[in-house]
């Protein structure tokens, strides 16, 4: 899908993702801009996918509300949806989780960032996530085995909070209760 200057809501972005050429293909719409996603590496999708058992395991346990993958998309504004490689939404967001797209942001986002990413592509993003509501985001780092928790103050400004592999992470008021030791989610992924 080529990046063209025609600027997209939400109904058109569906009507786009739903045709039969973008079957397989991953998509955002950010700004009013159709923009395809690149797969993720092996290390991402792992890491990813370690996220999501420990948090759908607290979230089914407590029954909070729906996790989602990488392939599930978020209504942020009239023109935005983003995709995060993992993320929770709380049933008082989201009561319904019939339709293609989640109809408002999620509680946490986590994010695992590909090394192709641009700095401020990320911080971009994770501030549209924040002012949507979205009460924290998590940006993982594969390489340096680091975590760095975003949250909105009051004032607009942001709260960066950085974790390493020793680390335990908390919810905060994004997933209250919700506390993970970081060394299961950076495990080798050698024998």
Do not use: C
């Amino acid at each position: 899908m080529e990046r063209d200057q025609i600027r997209y809501t939400v109904a058109d972005y569906l009507e786009i993702v739903a045709l039969p050429e973008n079957a397989n293909k991953r998509v955002e719409l950010i700004d009013g801009m159709i923009e395809e996603m690149a797969p993720s590496g092996n290390d991402n999708t792992v890491i990813a996918a370690r996220f999501m058992r420990h948090l759908g395991a607290y979230v089914d346990d407590n029954n909070l509300g729906l996790l989602s993958g990488a392939d599930g998309g978020y209504s942020i504004s009239s023109t935005s949806v983003l995709i995060p490689d993992a993320a929770f939404i709380s049933w008082d967001r989201n009561p319904d989780p019939e339709g293609k797209v989640f109809g408002a942001a999620p509680n946490l986002a986590v994010e695992v960032i590909s090394p192709s990413e641009t700095a401020a592509d990320v911080k971009y993003e994770t501030r549209r996530y924040l002012e949507a509501g979205t009460k924290a985001v998590w940006n993982v780092y594969p390489k340096s085995q680091e975590v760095d928790v975003h949250t909105l103050n009051a004032d607009g400004t942001i709260t960066i909070t950085s974790y390493t592999r020793e680390s335990i992470i908390t919810g905060g008021d994004a997933l209250p209760g919700f506390e993970l030791d970081l060394s299961t989610v950076f495990l080798n992924t050698s024998p």
